[in-house]
């Protein structure tokens, strides 16, 4: 623990804005060195608690996608969007003035894949994003922090009451996010995805996800766009071997598609696997 001055503590109240977590840059090459303080009063003086360091990887880091390493654990960060709102419980932390929200990769399949080797380039070049299966949004908020503001993401989810929570504390405060309740069976009944978009994610959990998917693919991705398709074995085939069944999901998109990665999601989800494949007709 320390202490700090009064001074200090003034300068700490104006930088931190009501945020918990406060990040102290200091110099470094490729790798800044940082110290991570949390503030909580006791007995009406402000204490900081020291909670360790974090390295920011500025080679992986891009505009608004943050890689970092806290005591020796890898952590991603996406740049706020809406800054002092936050989605799942997350942590924020400041950095030059900027409040980034860590992603948790065991809330997120899109945060797993990454820390399991999935490049970030294609998702830092995203514009437009149709997100089947955003439940109350922990991942399509990241994806939306991630487009920023010019970007624009259709997020479709069967589960009115899901969809709800998702209309309440997600798209009513991101302007980057068009919420619709609907059935990802049917693109063709959409009310509100207007364009073709750079991505579809597909996270719905069904034995018949992969041919949903290249449905929707087939009437809203554009040419040379990306699918990501999460593929949770047990909800395909729960006696077979999940290798079999990633497997068989895959060739089924051999046809029209160039698989770019597939990426299993452990530790952080068993028997989970996501593909990036690429649109090629
Ligand atoms: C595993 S959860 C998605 C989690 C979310 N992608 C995330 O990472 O935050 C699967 C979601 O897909 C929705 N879903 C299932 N079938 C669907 C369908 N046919 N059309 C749209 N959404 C569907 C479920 O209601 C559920 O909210």
Same mark, same amino acid.
């Given at each position: 623990?320390?202490?700090?001055? &009064? ?6 109240? !104006? ?9 102290? $840059? ?9 110290? $991570?303080?949390?503030?909580? %009063? /006791? ?11 974090l390295n920011l990887d500025e080679k992986r880091s891009h505009k608004n996608i943050v890689f970092s390493e806290i005591n020796q654990r890898k952590k ?13 419980? *997350? ?12 992603? =948790? ?9 990454? $820390?399991?080797?999935?490049?970030? @380039? ?22 939306? @922090?991630? &487009? ?18 998702? $209309? *309440?504390?997600?798209?009513? /405060?991101?302007?980057? &996010? ?24 597909? =996270?719905?959990?069904?034995? @018949? ?10 009437? %809203? ?6 699918? %990501?398709?999460?593929? !949770? ?32 999601? *452990? ?15």
């Amino acid at each position: 623990m320390i202490n700090l001055g &009064i001074n200090n503590i003034a300068n700490m109240e !104006k930088l931190n804005e009501g945020h918990n977590l406060y990040i102290n $840059l200091t110099d470094g090459r490729n790798m800044k060195k940082v110290l $991570l303080i949390q503030k909580t %009063f /006791v007995d009406q003086k402000l204490i900081i608690n020291q909670r360790g360091a974090l390295n920011l990887d500025e080679k992986r880091s891009h505009k608004n996608i943050v890689f970092s390493e806290i005591n020796q654990r890898k952590k991603i960060l996406t740049k706020n969007l809406v800054p002092g709102n936050t989605v799942y419980g *997350e942590h924020t932390i400041t950095i030059n003035k900027f409040e980034y929200r860590t992603w =948790d990769p065991f809330r997120s399949k899109l945060a797993a894949a990454i $820390l399991n080797g999935l490049s970030s @380039d294609i998702l830092s070049n995203l514009k437009s994003v149709l997100y089947l299966g955003v439940s109350t949004g922990t991942t399509a908020s990241h994806v939306s @922090d991630i &487009i920023g503001e010019s970007g624009i993401l259709f997020g479709i989810e069967i589960s009115a009451r899901s969809a709800r929570d998702f $209309l *309440e504390n997600v798209a009513s /405060v991101r302007k980057n &996010i068009i919420p619709e309740v609907a059935d990802s069976r049917h693109p063709d009944l959409y009310t509100s995805v207007f364009q073709k978009v750079d991505m579809v994610y597909c =996270d719905i959990a069904q034995p @018949d996800q992969t041919r949903i998917a290249i449905e929707n693919c087939n009437s %809203f991705l554009k040419n040379s766009g990306y699918l %990501f398709l999460v593929i !949770k074995a047990h909800s395909i085939d729960v006696l077979k071997n999940p290798k079999d069944v990633f497997a068989e999901e895959v060739k089924k998109l051999t046809n029209n598609f160039a698989i770019e990665y597939q990426i299993n999601l *452990e530790p952080f989800d068993k028997a989970h696997s996501m593909v990036i494949a690429k649109k090629i007709n």
